[in-house]
């Protein structure tokens, strides 16, 4: 039997020999955990799928004013950071795809439109009536056309012809939507993804929430 210790004496060798148990306090632990969510938010944000808001109606009807739709944003391309620059893609950019890009006269806005023309397509519009490569497109459900025919770009436009490495977009809304027909070609470097989901559409006149568009697939 060990005899006690008097008061003040030196700890023997097997208790020197005993590791120090660190307590790391419950902040600490919080405040890691926090920083590896963030870290890990970061991570799918700037590679994988965003989020974005629709603050107009150029979409209409297939996107509402107020619908929140996930974008992939590695569909096209895995893209460097800041920069854009795509390393390498999967697949390229196709007619009907919907997609959010840089805005061409201000790169500080994003944009929402669809493909109607990729590389090599000829684009032209005769009194609202879209022709591709010299045929008139029949099948455009999606399509919504609100006013009379009028002389400028909206209405009667082209032909051009695609460039490699651009597309040619439009909104669904064509009476009231701002697009390549106004400003040019989209370049794949400022494609950002293709919106695939609404996980959230709210009603800001009503402020009622959508239910039935939750879950809806965009195309």
């Known amino acids: 039997m060990t005899a006690p210790q008097p008061q003040g004496a030196k700890p023997t060798r097997a208790e020197e020999a005993r590791p120090a148990v660190k307590v790391k306090s419950t902040f600490r632990e919080y405040a890691e955990a926090l920083l590896v969510a963030l870290a890990l ?11 974005f808001k629709i603050p107009s109606g150029s979409m209409l009807e297939t996107l509402q004013i107020g619908d929140h739709l996930l974008v992939n944003k590695l569909l096209y391309g895995l893209r460097i950071p800041v920069y854009g620059t795509r390393l390498f893609s999967y697949f390229e950019p196709e007619r009907g795809d919907i997609i959010v890009f840089v805005y061409p006269e201000d790169r500080e806005k994003d944009f929402i439109k669809r493909v109607i023309g990729i590389p090599g397509d000829e684009i032209e519009i005769r009194n609202k009536k879209l022709f591709r490569n010299g045929q008139p497109v029949g099948d455009e459900p999606y399509a919504r056309y609100a006013e009379p025919a009028e002389a400028g770009p909206r209405d009667n436009f082209g032909p051009v ?48 929430v959508r239910w039935s568009r939750l879950g809806k697939i965009v195309h």
Do not use: C
């Open 41 to 51: 938010a970061l991570f799918i944000r700037t590679f994988f799928v965003q989020a």
């Open 161 to 208: 012809t695609v460039p490699e490495g651009n597309v040619f977009v439009m909104g669904d809304n064509r009476d009231h939507s701002f697009d390549s027909r106004f400003w040019g070609f989209v370049p794949y470097e400022d494609i950002k993804g293709k919106a695939f989901v609404i996980y959230w559409s709210w009603d800001g006149d009503d402020s009622w």
